[in-house]
């Protein structure tokens, strides 16, 4: 069936970098475009990175454009989120999804496009 587990959060300084990883099981990766989203305490999900399917476009919202970089490795069936410059804003559990449809990243951004969810890492960014 198909899974999506997320590993790499932790605790990190303020401008410190961390990597995040999702492992996709159970489809074909290269189909399907993967976003990551994250969620701080009281606050909505919000997606943060998508990466598309095939041509690998990436898109990343204003609060993380500049700092945080989306890859995808098909042949490992990994997708990464790179996060460098990390300020204490960025503490939050963070998750990856995959979207239902086949293709690009779309409105990446509505939580109804997706249609399998990890379980979530925490980060945390404090002194």
């Known amino acids: 069936q198909v899974q999506l587990v997320e590993s790499g959060g932790g605790l990190v300084q303020p401008g410190g970098s961390l990597r995040l990883s999702c492992a996709a099981s159970g489809f074909t990766l290269d189909y399907y475009a993967i976003t990551w989203f994250r969620q701080a305490p009281g606050k909505e999900r919000e997606g943060i990175s998508c990466?598309?399917?095939?041509?690998?476009?990436?898109y990343y919202a204003d609060s993380v454009a500049g700092r945080f970089t989306i890859s995808r490795d098909n042949a490992t069936n990994t997708v990464y989120l790179q996060m460098d410059s990390l300020i204490p804003g960025d503490t939050a559990v963070y998750y990856c999804?995959?979207?239902?449809?086949?293709?690009?990243?779309?409105?990446?951004?509505?939580?109804?496009?997706?249609?399998?969810w990890g379980q979530g890492t925490q980060v945390t960014v404090s002194s």
């Open positions: 990466i598309s399917s095939s041509d690998g476009r990436q």
């Open positions: 999804a995959k979207k239902a449809r086949r293709g690009g990243c779309g409105q990446y951004r509505m939580i109804r496009e997706y249609n399998y």
